[in-house]
Structures are given as C-alpha cells and as structure tokens.
C-alpha cells in the first residue's frame, strides 16, 4: 500500500505517411505517354508498404493517396530521436507491362525523396512537403533535359496529438550537429592507393546518467582540385535504404559565416593564409552531415550541467578500414545484429582504428544568455587518454563503440533500395578485414614502436611484436593507436604518445563543426523585459511636470490669452494711428471715439475680430468646465440667462487684471543672464576636485542641477564626483536620477550597475548592465564592462562571451578605420592625379613619370584605367588586417578613470596586463599611476611613473603626472623641473590647465613673479577660471602693474564673486590705488566670505595702516 504507482506512460502515437501524388515521371518506354508506377515507403530498416499502381502522364500526375503509418512509442527514450534524424524513404517504382509466358512484372527503380520528419517533433500536427524526385543509377529519369520539370511527389505528414506536448516542449531541446570537413590532414593521407572510412564521434546525453556515441561514418577523403561548391546541401547522417542525391537533406545547406564570427581554434590573423591554403589547395576529408538529437529534460539538464563543469566537449575523429562487402542473403542477420556484437567483429575491428584525434570544442557559450549555435575550426589533437582526461575530465574515449557503429552504418548504407543482398559471412569479413588492414596495422605499430624508450618494459615489446597473432592481447590492440606507461610501472609520469594522431599536430589539422539548438540553454532577457525592469528600479520621471487641467490652470490660461490679443490690438493701432501720435500732443475726446471706432471697424472688416474671439473661445469654455464645472445643456432659459450674466461679470474681471500686469507702467528689470555656462562650471567644478577644493567642487556641481534639473549631464557627473569622494549614497541618487531622465543613457546605466556591484546588489547590477548592451549593443564600453561584472561575480563563462563581443566589435571599428583612411587616401590620389595630368598635358611622356610609369601611360585606357604588362603576372598583395589600436580592457579602462570607479578600473588593468594586445606599456603604468593618485598612494603612483619612463621618456602625460606626485608630496623642486619638461614639449599633455595653476603657484612662491604671470596667462589663454585669473593678478600685484592687476582681479570675480582671495587682493589694489571706498567695500566681502589666508590678511592690515583707511572698523 506505501509504493508509489509508476508513472504513466503516454500510449503509442500514430504517425501516417500520405503520399498524395507523384508528376512529371519518365518511364523506360520512350514511346509510352504513361508510367505505371508505384511507392515505397521505408524507414530506417522497416519497410512501411507499398503504394497502389498508378499511371502517371505529362498532363495528369499519379493521384497515389496512399497511407503508410508508424508508431512513436513513448516507453523508447530514443523514439522521438530516431524520428528527428531519420529520414522517411520514398522509392519510386516502374511496373512494366507483363509480356507473354512472364509469371511476374518486372520493375525499373525510378527515384528516391527523403521525407523530413523534423517538423512532427517540433510539435506541428500537420505538414505537407514536395519533394524532388532524385534519379537513382540507371533510371530513364536520368535523361531528362535541364529545362524539363523534375519530377516530384507530393507527401502529407500528419498525427492526431502532437508528438511532443507542452511539457516536453518547454523542459526539452532539439540539438542540432553538422560535421562538415577536416582541412589540412596529415601528409601520409592519399585519395590513391588503398581506401579508408573515416568517422567523427562524440557523445550526447540521453538523460541525467546516461550518454550515447553520435558517429559520422560517410567522411571521403577529396583532393584539393576538387573544389566545394558555394552552397553544400548537407547529407543524412543515416541515409538508410536512400542513394543517390537522396541522401542529401532537402533545403538544408552548410552555413558561411566570416572567420572574425566563428567560435573555433583557428581565428588570429596569423591563421588565415594557413586556412587559405588548407582549403583551396590540400586535400581534405568531406561529411557535409547534419545529426539532429532530440534532447529530454533531463538531457539538456546534464549537457547544461557538464558544460559548466568541464566547457570542453570532445570530438573523435579516425580513420577505419573500408568494410568488405558480403555476398549470400543468408547472412545478413548476422549484420543486422551487430548492436550486440559478434566476438570476431570486435576483436579485430579494435585495432582497426588509426590516426585517432580529437577536437576540444569549447561549447561555453553555449551558456551564454540567448546563444543557440556555435560554429568553427577546431584544432585536432592527438588522441590521449590523459590529454581527454585533463580536457574534458573523461576517463576514455569513443575510438572502439565508434568504430563498431561506423562499420555498422557504412555496412548498411551500401545495400540497395531493392532487395537487398546479404552481406559476408561473419568468417568472410573477419578475413577480408585482416587482408586489408594488416599492412597498415604493420605500419601502425612499427611507427608506434619508435615513440618508446630504450628501458621499456617487456609488455610494451610484446605488444609491438604482436600483430601477426590474430587473436591478440587486448593491451596491444591499444598499442597499436597509443603506447601508455603502466599505471604501477616507473614509467607513470611517462607522457602517453600517439604518433599517427601527432601528424595532426604537425599537419595543423583542424574540422569545421557546428552545433545548433533549437532554443538557448540560458534564455536571453528580451530589450523590452530588461527596459520595463529598469524602469522598475527607476521610473521614468517625464522632463516636464504634468500638466493640471484644474481652475487655476484655466484662469492662468485665460489671463495668458488676453495678453496676447491685447498685444495685437495694440499693434493693429499703432499701425493705424501711429503718425498721429507722434505728432499730435493734445487729443479730444472726439478724436479717440472716432480712433475707436476706426479701430473697430478694421478689425471686424478685416476677419480679425473674430479670429481674437476665435483664439480667447478655448480658453473661456475651460473657465466655464473647470471653474463653473458646467458641462450639460442647460434646460431652464432663465437658469441660462443668470450663468451668462455670472460669467460676464467674471470674465470681464479677469480681463481688467490681465491687462493690469500687461499694460503696467513700471519698467521690471530683466533677469540678468548668468556669466558661465554649464561647459564653464563643470571646469571650474574640475579645477576644484584638482586642487582639494571638494566643497568648491560640490557647489559648482550643485549649481549646474540648479540650472537644468533635466539635463541627465548635470546629475551624472555630479555623481561622479560623489564616487570620487567615496559618497556612494549620493552617487546612487545621481546616477538614478540621470538614468530617471534618460532611460537610455549608456554611462548612467553602466554607472548604476557599478555603484549596485560595490553595494553587492548584484542581480540589479546586472540588469543594468545587460541593458547597456541592448541600448548600445555596438558599444564596445558596454560590453567590456558587462565582462569586468562577470569578473567581478565570478562568471567565467558570461565574462568570456562579453570580452569575445568586444573584441569583435574594436576589430570590426580598427577595419571601418582603415577603410576610412583608405578610401580618403584613394580620393586625394584621384585628385593629385588629374592635377597632375592637366598641369603635364602637352609634355613629353618621360616627364609623366612623376605622376605613374610611361609603360602605364601609353597603356592606360581612354577612361584613364591603368593597364600594366605585370599586372597579369603579378597577384597584389594581401592587404594586412587592421589592428586595432587600444585593447577593449585599456579603451575602459580610460573611461572608467574619467568617471573615478576605482575597483572596476583595477580589474580593468589585470586584465590589460594579461591581454595580447597590452601588458606591460608606458600607457599601462600612466593609468596604474592615474589609479594610485586617485587613492592618494602617492609611493607607489611614483614607482608606477618611473616604470612609464622606461618605455617612453618623452611621454609628456607621465611628468605631468610626475610632477603632481612631488608637488603634493610637497617636493616643489622636483614638480617644477616635471612641469617646465611638460610644457617644452612640442605635444601637450592631456590634461595641461592642473600644469599651468600649479607651476603658477610655484612660481610665485618662489618669488618669480614674471614667469608666473606668463604661466598664468597660458591657463587663462586655454581656460580661462577664477583661480588663473587670480594668479595673473597676483603676479601682477606683486611686479607693481596695479592696473593689469585689478583687470585681472575683476575678471576672476566675475567668474566666481565668492573666492576671499580676489576680494583680498582687490583691496591691496584699492589701498594702493588711494580709493578708501573701495578698498573698504573689498575688504569687507574679503572679510564675508570668510578669507583665511593669514599672510594675506596680515598684509591688508599692515598696507590699511600705512595708508591710513581701508578698514571701517578704524
């Protein structure tokens, strides 16, 4: 009573196979106009039946309407798979007529169609396919003309229930793997001589605990002459009964992809004339198979979870020798029955497995969000166990399982579609097996002897000795592929070679393979879902306040109305009236009535009275819904009359008050525009982060929101500088209220996930940071960025697949570049050509030289096309590939020091010094010292720099930086030689203004007063700030230019009237000056705003007494 009942099993499902009708069929009997003809149905090895005889001629196709039907059980966890990479097999036959004393009717084999099943198992109840008709060897199709119409059946495949139910839809997946050809195989490989069978294999989960092998058993070893057509149509991987071009799979073909876009082994610049060459030129090993694989819940769970513990899927390639074709039909049993194995098979087909390798395909980004397909060139190594063991974490291989299922189906594929021929006996092929394969065994083992040592032990001679023995020891079987050290000999550390599978190694043997799911194992958040939960976490704020259609609104709208129609009325009059006015001073009452009604009479003649009644109208009916909040008819006409007159007398107040404030004689004073922009504020705003000034800095940033809360700009880098000081709370408020503005604005959504990331909101983080991507999915910062978060959270796999959409996309910008510069170069050529043909017109041809060579000259065609003798002979050179010029680590890396995210910035920079494209450079070291100034390390930004100055002394970025090391540590002598190097270079550094202040204030404590003037000017000349024009009149002050000086003053407190310093020394220049008022007024701001240099104010002081005035407080 406690056991659980099973779980029910789904009854068997029905498949049927309707062939409808076949047209355009040519039979034997050219004479005939009909063909009486028949079809069988077969899948795999199962015959389905045969269809009706029916005549088919030109004008009236072969109605057949014939069912065959099949049955998916559901008990077989392998059913639903063999109906998604089985094809169902239609043979169409000729039935001749019967001649005299003929007891049965002989037939002609027509043609073969192959029926894809794939769309039952994506869960179509329904589908209806016309196929092509493929000529079989012999068939009087094979004659038809190019241009006669192909003969073709039509074929409906239905079920009554879907095969797969939503359930199994939603937990399974249809792989799909397409083995296409190994380029460059070894050299002793040879299309002459004794023929092989080559096979690829790997293995694919069934379920949870259990995989199975998927062998390719059909590879052909092609000269490279033989070239591939563009569009290969992919093949069957188990054609069964189907020959011909039916063994090709309808309307599928291989896929092209650029090699910048593969996934495999073989992608660098270095790798594309090894490529070339490979295949165009060598010979090569061709499959063309596609193998699809319906995976169940539990299937895609394992491969899911394989592929995050080892994200390397191993992929078996071999050669085997050809299989002997059997005679007698008494024997075919014993082939059909090859699953379980005979002992004679087995034991001599072990050994029969040479030149094993194996391709590590890296399947990680498979588990990449909304990945469905990789393809690529994968290296093929030679087969180990320990090198599978190290790569994949298996413990053996698929060469003995895969070689027995490619003997299998190569066995199978050779039968003819007819009766088929049983194939040798079991004796038979063992001995044909040993005949064909003991030479190249001999060979095998013979180089295979070579790789050991001079100690090796008495097993491995035995087992090189071994191969004319046909019932041979297990061990020496094993020898012949790979020679291993015994586990408990003292050979253990010993390497394990394999010598046939090294000439892949050396060969640079790699095979294109593709593997394509139907839907990703990690399904990708649409844009729209990653923008609504964006919007979650930060809703959008509109960039103006909602507008309230309530009573004051309307009445404000009314008043604005009236304005505006009083301003037109009063230009309607000036226009008639104004010579009047100005010359008339005293007017009579007379005069105005008449003006008036002058006036009146204009506007209703002209229209223009009722377009003012038109345009205050809206804005009355507002007054009369909101405010009176009437919005029926009314039903009583005295009810009417009472509102009229209630609304009269209102509106004719709100008239009297709007033309008040319109027509107002006092003169209001405008609001004075502000002296700086934002661009200004946000330099001063930097000076002050430069200089220590941070409440400066926040009053600067403060201001510019101030000005514009709807600038997203504004809120950004104000939270910036919030992340610089380290106020990660306000910084968040900043960048969500930036991201609030602009939903899309790819610094403040990346800035976001980075503030999110410190605060260890990680899924938030990533929410915004995938939603930089699909912002800007061209951007190479959002990527790298999204990659650094990876990093940061420890997915390897996700931080893998955004760095490889990086550097796709800065290779992709290095050649848009190039191709830019190119095409710019090409058309100033074309210009300095034909400048130079019509400036040597009418010379001698010896003088055209300077512009291209004689010989081109005389050949150039009438369009002015060169044609060169060696242009035929000589091929141009390959144009190199553009290299991008910063690695996607340092390209962040320069952002990421702009906006001060110090922890993303130092992952950046490992992840630089790794990089192929970085690692130890002078920029490398200038960014590590820009990192430790901004974390005040001022030692270790020193060693960082004076690394920089190994690479490039004449880098001016790294004594500036140089120099603002030993300023703050308080070494001026040192800083001042670091800054004047700066500015004698020709190329100025890139940040020049913090070089100018603080050489300035060098100078000026040095007491150099001219050389700080100058310097001063230089800040002023590029950006001009408070703190530049401070230091001019300081300078000027102190060489006695008192003018310059307050010019200089007066321009610093215009540009900031808050800085105790300018007030300061303006009063030192009114003291000097003799201007007591003046002084005192400069004085006392100085005082306000709260001057705390000692040294200056001890100076007012004393200058104040020896002028006798300057303080009111005397």
């Known amino acids: 009573m406690g056991d659980s009942e099973p779980p029910s099993i789904r009854p068997p499902e029905t498949i049927t196979i309707t062939v409808l009708r076949a047209r355009n069929l040519k039979g034997s009997s050219a004479k005939a106009d009909a063909v009486n003809a028949m079809v069988k149905v077969e899948f795999g090895e199962r015959s389905l039946g045969e269809s009706p005889k029916v005549d088919c001629t030109a004008e009236t196709p072969a109605e057949f309407n014939y069912n065959a039907t099949m049955s998916c059980t559901y008990d077989d966890p392998t059913a639903l798979d063999e109906i998604a990479h089985k094809p169902v097999v239609l043979t169409v036959i000729e039935v001749l007529p019967k001649e005299k004393k003929q007891k049965e009717e002989k037939t002609v084999l027509l043609g073969q169609c192959t029926v894809d099943m794939l769309p039952l198992v994506k869960g179509e109840t329904k589908h209806r396919h016309t196929l092509i008709v493929n000529p079989l060897p012999g068939s009087p199709m094979e004659t038809l003309p190019p241009d006669a119409p192909r003969p073709e059946v039509d074929v409906l495949l239905s079920v009554n229930e879907p095969l797969v139910d939503n359930?199994?839809?939603?937990?399974?997946?249809?792989?799909?793997?397409?083995?296409?050809?190994?380029?460059?195989?070894?050299?002793?490989?040879?299309?002459?001589?004794t023929q092989?069978?080559?096979?690829?294999?790997?293995p694919v989960p069934v379920n949870a605990e259990k995989e199975t092998p998927i062998v390719f058993a059909n590879g052909m070893l092609k000269p490279g002459i033989d070239k591939e057509v563009p569009n290969k149509q992919k093949k069957w991987a188990v054609p069964a009964t189907a020959q011909g071009n039916a063994i090709y799979i309808p309307d599928q073909f291989i896929a092209q992809d650029a090699i910048e876009d593969e996934d495999g082994d073989f992608r660098g610049k270095d790798d594309r004339e090894h490529r070339t060459i490979a295949e165009q030129e060598k010979n090569r090993c061709t499959w063309n198979t596609e193998r699809r694989s319906y995976l169940e819940g539990s299937a895609v769970k394992s491969f899911q979870d394989k592929i995050a513990k080892c994200r390397y899927w191993p992929l078996e390639v071999m050669r085997l020798p050809q299989p002997a074709s059997g005679k007698g039909k008494k024997k075919q049993d014993d082939h059909a029955d090859t699953k379980k194995g005979s002992g004679a098979v087995n034991k001599d087909d072990e050994g029969a497995v040479s030149f094993h390798g194996v391709?590590?395909?890296?399947?990680?980004?498979?588990?990449?969000?909304?990945?469905?397909?990789?393809?690529?060139?994968?290296?093929?190594?030679?087969?180990?166990?320990?090198?599978?063991a190290e790569k994949t974490k298996r413990k053996m291989g698929l060469g003995e399982e895969a070689a027995r299922i490619a003997n299998n189906i190569l066995n199978r594929s050779s039968a003819s579609p007819g009766p088929k021929k049983g194939a040798g006996g079991k004796d038979d092929k063992k001995e044909k097996d040993v005949k064909k394969g003991h030479s190249?065994?001999?060979?095998?083992?013979?180089?295979?002897?070579?790789?050991?040592?001079?100690?090796?032990?008495d097993h491995d001679t035995h087992a090189k000795d071994h191969h004319d023995h046909k019932k041979g020891d297990k061990s020496s079987m094993i020898t012949s592929q790979t020679i291993k050290s015994d586990a408990g000999s003292e050979h253990e550390a010993q390497a394990p070679v394999n010598l046939e599978g090294q000439q892949y190694v050396d060969s640079k043997s790699y095979i294109m393979f593709e593997i394509r799911l139907e839907k990703p194992l990690i399904p990708k958040r649409p844009p729209e879902e990653l923008a609504r939960r964006v919007a979650e976490y930060i809703p959008p704020r509109p960039l103006f306040p909602k507008r309230t259609d309530g009573a004051q609104r309307a009445v404000e709208d009314f008043h604005t109305q009236v304005s505006s129609v009083a301003g037109l009325v009063l230009d309607e009059f000036r226009d008639m009236f104004g010579d009047e006015l100005r010359t008339d001073e005293n007017i009579t009452q007379e005069a105005m009535e008449s003006r008036r009604q002058k006036l009146i009479y204009e506007l209703n003649a002209s229209g223009k009275y009722f377009?003012?009644?038109?345009?205050?109208?809206?804005?009355?009916?507002?007054?009369?819904?909101?405010?009176?909040?009437?919005?029926?008819?009314?039903?009583?006409?005295?009810?009417?009359?009472?509102?009229?007159?209630?609304?009269?007398?209102?509106?004719?107040?709100?008239?009297?008050?709007?033309?008040?404030?319109?027509?107002?004689?006092?003169?209001?004073?405008?609001?004075?525009?502000?002296?700086?922009?934002?661009?200004?504020?946000?330099?001063?705003?930097?000076?002050?982060?430069v200089n220590g000034n941070f409440e400066l800095a926040t009053k600067y940033y403060q201001e510019r929101i101030a000005r514009d809360r709807n600038d997203p700009s504004h809120w950004f880098d104000y939270g910036t500088f919030c992340l610089y000081i380290n106020d990660i709370t306000k910084a968040e408020e900043c960048f969500k209220e930036t991201v609030a503005i602009d939903q899309k604005h790819l610094h403040g959504l990346l800035?976001?996930?980075?503030?999110?990331?410190?605060?260890?909101?990680?899924?938030?983080?990533?929410?915004?940071?995938?939603?930089a991507t699909c912002v800007q999915p061209k951007s190479i910062l959002a990527w790298t960025m999204l990659g650094l978060f990876y990093d940061a959270v420890q997915n390897e796999i996700g931080a893998e697949m955004a760095y490889i959409e990086a550097n796709k996309l800065n290779q992709q910008a290095a050649v848009n570049m190039a191709r830019a510069l190119r095409e710019e170069e090409l058309a100033k050529q074309r210009v300095e050509h034909s400048e130079s043909e019509a400036s040597h017109k009418g010379r001698n041809k010896s003088d055209s030289n300077l512009s291209r060579p004689s010989s081109e000259y005389r050949?150039?065609?009438?369009?002015?096309?060169?044609?060169?003798?060696?242009?035929?002979?000589e091929t141009p050179p390959r144009e190199p590939t553009p290299v991008p010029t910063s690695s996607i680590y340092m390209q962040a890396i320069d952002w990421l020091l702009e906006v001060k995210a110090v922890p993303f910035t130092e992952r950046a920079l490992g992840h630089e010094l790794l990089s192929p494209m970085g690692g130890l450079t002078a920029h490398y070291h200038i960014a590590l010292a820009r990192v430790k100034l901004q974390k005040s390390e001022l030692k270790e930004a020193e060693e960082s720099l004076n690394e920089a100055l190994q690479f490039d002394y004449q880098n001016p970025d790294v004594w500036a930086l140089m120099g603002h090391v030993m300023y703050l540590i308080n070494d001026t002598t040192e800083a001042k030689g670091c800054y004047e190097r700066t500015i004698d270079f020709v190329a100025d550094a890139s940040e020049m203004h913090s070089v100018y202040l603080r050489l300035g204030s060098i100078y000026l404590r040095d007491e150099k007063f001219q050389e700080a003037k100058n310097t001063f000017l230089m800040a002023c000349k590029r950006s001009p700030s408070c703190v530049s024009w401070l230091g001019v009149g300081m300078a000027c002050y102190r060489l006695g230019e008192l003018s310059e000086a307050e010019d200089a003053l007066s321009e610093a407190n215009i540009l900031n009237n808050s800085d105790p310093e300018v007030w300061g020394y303006l009063s030192l220049v009114c003291l000097k000056t003799g201007r007591q008022l003046e002084a005192e007024q400069a004085y006392k701001y100085a005082i306000k705003v709260n001057l705390e240099d000692t040294d200056l104010l001890d100076e007012i002081i004393k200058t104040q007494k020896e002028v006798g005035f300057g303080n009111p407080q005397f």
């Open 859 to 873: 050949r150039g065609s009438a369009r002015g096309t060169p044609q060169l003798e060696e242009a035929s002979e």
């Open 611 to 689: 377009a003012f009644k038109e345009q205050l109208k809206h804005s009355v009916v507002k007054i009369v819904r909101e405010k009176y909040l009437k919005t029926t008819n009314f039903e009583d006409r005295q009810e009417l009359q009472t509102f009229l007159s209630e609304l009269y007398v209102y509106l004719i107040d709100q008239m009297h008050e709007s033309l008040t404030k319109t027509l107002a004689l006092e003169d209001q004073a405008p609001v004075p525009a502000p002296l700086t922009d934002s661009a200004q504020l946000k330099h001063f705003a930097r000076e002050a982060e």
């Open 751 to 771: 800035l976001y996930g980075v503030v999110c990331t410190l605060q260890e909101k990680h899924e938030a983080a990533e929410t915004f940071f995938e939603a």
């Open 167 to 193: 359930s199994q839809m939603n937990a399974g997946n249809l792989m799909t793997i397409t083995v296409e050809s190994l380029f460059s195989p070894p050299e002793s490989w040879s299309v002459t001589g």
């Open 440 to 457: 190249r065994q001999d060979d095998s083992r013979r180089s295979n002897s070579i790789a050991q040592t001079h100690d090796t032990e």
């Open 196 to 202: 092989y069978a080559y096979a690829a294999a790997l």
């Open 359 to 388: 391709a590590f395909v890296n399947l990680a980004p498979l588990l990449y969000p909304g990945v469905k397909r990789i393809r690529g060139a994968y290296k093929i190594h030679s087969y180990t166990d320990q090198a599978l």
